[in-house]
């Protein structure tokens, strides 16, 4: 079965020491997706694999078989308009030099989702009901798994934090 | 990365009829990394993470949770968070979101060392990864090292937060294999390193785990929590880390139960300080004291002697914490 890569089906590959973020930069040219560390410690390769965030570095793209990959390029709305996360980053300066961004994005919506689900996380002070609604303390250890080297975590919080209050992720 | 052959497992029969040199795959969280880093190779993946698993309770009331079920699943799953939150709460302190996303139960168990002379292929030796080499560790930068169970051969740590609370509770590991099935309690299933670091676990070639199972929770199971103790504040291997539960009638420790991470070659079960604990006022003296008990057989590093003291405050602390909120 082929691989669904925002919307499109893409063919396995023959290799399968071929990563899932290989696929996508060297075979698909779909370079928003960032290679940083390629072993599981920063965060960059972040997509979203049957809508659940995940480490595209440390996936083989054959294990994505018959799976739905969203990245980065595939969060703009039909008219190319921003995702307003996207946007809500810009206003918040959420970013430096971007390198993290598409990953810090990518996780970021999925991370709205499990919150939905009430999901708890390591600081979840009663795990029986869940989170305590989108805390900046919540946003931060569930993004965790994002470094920014530039250090624009403050803007990365304040961005998700004001597109999770108007409900908009 | 050595060229593999891949195949996803259609069932439980199929992934068991891997040939010699097959290596199973679960999230790859691990296991991709080390074919990376040539620590490991392999001549064919065989793909077990798309077996079926499920979270299911048994007919005494236990709990049976598939081999291929994700971290996050078990972490946020209702009757673990309720019954077994010291479970949840170690799954919540390892790695990231992402990474408990892919990471599966079976592969958790099976991960290896985070030592950094185990990953480093081509610059040191390593008795785990070339038997007779020698440890660079010993002597090197051992910060994260173990304290207790160590040998003269390895002074690797295992990783996993999981795996300390499953020990805690008294998980049994379902095992299939060529020769039938069989199951191993969790604190076996690891050993300790000897003059063989490179034996890590029970499983024979050709074995796969295939579920983990935990008994029917009782007051010490339920009333728990997981304490990790590392040098940030999230998505950090443990320095050290306490899985605790606690029993208390009429002001006595009626069950405790202790788990220590990062200490050893595997989940360490305090059984010295649950032994010394049992009918004892619930005080962070006794805690204190009985924690020190354990601790007298630790055999500190260069670099880790801090982790002596640490562990024994951290285990008081946490059973202090369980005690309190009893009382």
């Known amino acids: 079965m082929p691989i669904s890569i925002n919307g499109a089906d893409h063919p396995l590959p023959d290799d399968p020491r071929v990563s899932l973020l290989d696929l996508l930069r060297e075979r698909e040219g779909l370079t928003g997706t960032k290679l940083g560390c390629n072993q599981g410690a920063c965060g960059a390769c972040t997509v979203l694999l049957d809508g659940e965030r995940v480490l595209s570095c440390l996936t083989l793209a054959v294990q994505a078989d018959g799976r739905e990959v969203r990245t980065i390029e595939g969060l703009e709305g039909p008219d190319g308009a921003l995702h307003p996360l996207q946007q809500a980053f810009i206003d918040h300066d959420g970013f430096q030099c971007g390198y993290c961004t598409p990953g810090q994005i990518c996780s970021a919506i999925a991370m709205a989702q499990e919150l939905r689900r009430g999901d708890p996380s390591h600081v979840t002070a009663d795990l029986a009901s869940g989170p305590n609604g989108p805390t900046r303390e919540e946003i931060r250890e569930r993004m965790s798994g994002n470094l920014c080297r530039c250090g624009a975590h403050n803007g990365i919080v304040e961005a998700i934090e004001q597109m999770l209050a108007r409900e908009a992720l | ?327």
């Open chain 2, 1 to 327: 990365m050595t060229p593999f052959a891949y195949r996803t497992a259609s069932d439980r029969a199929d992934a068991l009829s891997a040939h010699s040199g097959a290596r199973f795959l679960g999230g790859g969280t691990n296991l991709v990394d080390l074919l990376r880093q040539n620590v490991e190779s392999a001549a064919e993946l065989v793909d077990v993470s798309r077996l079926p698993g499920s979270i299911s309770e048994t007919v005494n009331g236990g709990l049976l949770v598939g081999a291929s079920v994700k971290n996050s699943a078990l972490a946020a799953h209702p009757l673990v968070r309720s019954r077994y939150p010291m479970l949840s709460r170690a799954l919540l302190a390892g790695a990231s979101a992402q990474i408990r996303n892919m990471a599966t139960v079976g592969g958790n168990i099976m991960q290896r060392t985070r030592c950094v002379y185990f990953y480093d292929a081509e610059g040191a030796r390593c008795n785990k990864r070339q038997p007779g080499s020698g440890c660079d560790a010993i002597g090197g930068f051992n910060r994260y090292h173990a304290i207790l169970g160590a040998s003269e051969d390895c002074v690797a740590t295992h990783p996993s937060d999981m795996c300390v609370a499953l020990t805690a509770l008294d998980a049994v590991v379902h095992i299939a294999g060529p020769d039938g099935e069989r199951t191993v309690a969790l604190t076996e299933f690891h050993q300790l390193p000897g003059a063989t670091p490179h034996i890590e676990t029970l499983l024979k070639p050709g074995e796969l785990i295939t579920a983990v199972e935990l008994p029917p929770a009782g007051a010490s199971a339920t009333h728990s929590e997981y304490r990790k103790v590392r040098d940030r504040s999230s998505y950090a291997f443990a320095l050290i880390s306490v899985a605790g539960g606690l029993e208390v009638v009429d002001g006595k420790v009626a069950d405790v139960r202790i788990a220590l991470g990062g200490v050893a070659a595997k989940p360490w079960r305090a059984t010295r300080a649950e032994a010394a604990l049992k009918g004892l006022p619930a005080t962070r003296e006794n805690f204190l004291a009985a924690a020190a008990e354990e601790l007298t057989a630790a055999r500190p590093l260069d670099g880790n002697a801090f982790k002596v003291g640490l562990t024994q405050r951290t285990i008081a602390a946490v059973l202090t914490s369980l005690a309190g909120e009893r009382a």
